[in-house]
């Protein structure tokens, strides 16, 4: 074969670093509303407002009444590894927020155009900071933050083409959302697709949140779950193993307050429904998982959505036990004779 050339030793300039990054969190229209969500949520927005254009690849606004961002922090806000979430290794073990790695709204803005509007609080009037030209000007609004996406790997057009019919991308635009309004009852959420109001999740308690996310129907084919042992805490639902589906697109895991995916906890539901459930029928379920934060690790993917516990075992037991009793409450209450 050829004798390879060896090219010398580059620093990569930032813009590419951006982009490279920009891979491993924004693959989709659907990861973009999940960062600008998760930031709304960390500003303690009450009500947040998502607003697409085709299905979000020419356009996504997320509007928050959150804190805002004050005009001097503006243009840091846009830097990666640039956050007010944490300032050191103890605080990210401990971490709260759904953000820390300053790294989201860089991501976005070097594969799309980008514009962060914020007014704090106590500030005369809002600020536009336009991410390419990097213009800053006075703006209309109040409190909180509202982040403009455009035009979604304009620059990147390999990238451009993996996205799905607009269709599609919406879909998961919404159901990014979805899994957020799920976890955060007391958040009013709304979502808007050119221009028409497609879902809208007003604030709630816990139960009728899920009711109206989820439906009636599920609410009625499941059980509550619920269990506490030391530092872990366990509740939700459990559908019943006739609410089962031959998708697996009603399962929804959080960990402290984070969607997850997680095959150790998955495996644990996936055992307490062995011996009612059978071929590929899956069941359906939301579960919350609060445990202490020193016993989980958050910072093992870029977007968050995988974790590691210190206690594997530990954690799938308490799932698989938690989701078993609540089936199995529901079989003895259902076969119990009338008046027990
Ligand atoms: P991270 O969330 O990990 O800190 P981001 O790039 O998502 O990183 O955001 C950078 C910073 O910009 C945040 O730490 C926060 O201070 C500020 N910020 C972003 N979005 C908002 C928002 N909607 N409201 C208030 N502040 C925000
Ligand atoms: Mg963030």
């Given at each position: 074969?050829?004798?390879?050339?060896?090219?010398?030793?580059?620093?990569?300039?930032?813009?590419?670093?951006?982009?490279?990054?920009?891979?491993?969190?924004?693959?989709?229209?659907?990861?973009?509303?999940?960062?600008?969500?998760?930031?709304?949520?960390?500003?303690?927005?009450?009500?947040?407002?998502?607003?697409?254009?085709?299905?979000?690849?020419?356009?996504?606004?997320?509007?928050?009444?959150?804190?805002?961002?004050?005009?001097?922090?503006?243009?840091?806000?846009?830097?990666?590894?640039?956050?007010?979430?944490?300032?050191?290794?103890?605080?990210?073990?401990?971490?709260?927020?759904?953000?820390?790695?300053?790294?989201?709204?860089?991501?976005?803005?070097?594969?799309?155009?980008?514009?962060?509007?914020?007014?704090?609080?106590?500030?005369?009037?809002?600020?536009?900071?336009?991410?390419?030209?990097?213009?800053?000007?006075?703006?209309?609004?109040?409190?909180?933050?509202?982040?403009?996406?455009?035009?979604?790997?304009?620059?990147?057009?390999?990238?451009?083409?993996?996205?799905?019919?607009?269709?599609?991308?919406?879909?998961?635009?919404?159901?990014?959302?979805?899994?957020?309004?799920?976890?955060?009852?007391?958040?009013g959420f709304t979502v808007?697709?050119?221009?028409?109001?497609?879902?809208?999740?007003?604030?709630?308690?816990?139960?009728?949140?899920?009711?109206?996310?989820?439906?009636?129907?599920?609410?009625?084919?499941?059980?509550?779950?619920?269990?506490?042992?030391?530092?872990?805490?366990?509740?939700?639902?459990?559908?019943?193993?006739?609410?089962?589906?031959?998708?697996?697109?009603?399962?929804?895991?959080?960990?402290?307050g984070r969607y997850v995916?997680?095959?150790?906890?998955?495996?644990?539901?996936?055992?307490?429904?062995?011996?009612?459930?059978?071929?590929?029928?899956?069941?359906?379920?939301?579960?919350?998982?609060?445990?202490?934060?020193?016993?989980?690790?958050?910072?093992?993917?870029?977007?968050?959505?995988?974790?590691?516990?210190r206690d594997g075992r530990?954690?799938?037991?308490?799932?698989?036990?938690?989701?078993?009793?609540?089936?199995?409450?529901?079989?003895?209450?259902?076969?119990?004779?009338?008046?027990?």
């Amino acid at each position: 074969g050829a004798v390879p050339q060896r090219r010398s030793i580059r620093e990569l300039p930032d813009e590419l670093i951006s982009q490279i990054a920009a891979g491993e969190v924004v693959e989709r229209p659907a990861s973009v509303v999940r960062e600008l969500v998760d930031n709304a949520l960390d500003a303690g927005a009450s009500q947040i407002q998502v607003k697409l254009m085709a299905g979000g690849v020419r356009a996504i606004a997320v509007e928050d009444d959150g804190l805002g961002i004050p005009l001097e922090e503006l243009p840091l806000a846009l830097k990666r590894h640039a956050t007010s979430k944490i300032r050191s290794l103890d605080e990210l073990e401990s971490v709260h927020t759904m953000g820390f790695r300053g790294e989201a709204l860089a991501a976005i803005s070097s594969v799309a155009e980008m514009a962060v509007s914020s007014r704090f609080e106590g500030a005369l009037h809002a600020h536009r900071l336009d991410a390419r030209s990097g213009e800053l000007q006075p703006a209309a609004r109040s409190r909180g933050t509202s982040v403009e996406v455009r035009e979604l790997f304009f620059s990147t057009p390999a990238r451009r083409k993996f996205l799905k019919t607009d269709a599609t991308e919406l879909a998961h635009c919404v159901e990014s959302v979805r899994r957020h309004a799920l976890a955060r009852p007391d958040v009013g959420f709304t979502v808007w697709h050119e221009g028409k109001l497609v879902e809208q999740w007003r604030q709630a308690n816990s139960d009728t949140r899920l009711k109206d996310v989820l439906g009636d129907a599920f609410m009625a084919e499941s059980r509550p779950v619920y269990a506490e042992s030391g530092p872990l805490r366990i509740y939700g639902r459990a559908g019943l193993p006739e609410a089962a589906r031959s998708r697996a697109d009603m399962q929804y895991v959080y960990v402290n307050g984070r969607y997850v995916r997680d095959k150790l906890i998955a495996h644990g539901i996936r055992a307490a429904y062995e011996d009612v459930l059978h071929g590929h029928r899956q069941p359906c379920y939301v579960l919350f998982i609060e445990i202490a934060p020193d016993r989980v690790d958050v910072n093992v993917h870029p977007t968050k959505i995988e974790v590691r516990f210190r206690d594997g075992r530990e954690v799938h037991q308490k799932v698989r036990y938690a989701v078993q009793d609540a089936l199995a409450l529901s079989r003895s209450r259902e076969t119990a004779p009338a008046g027990v």
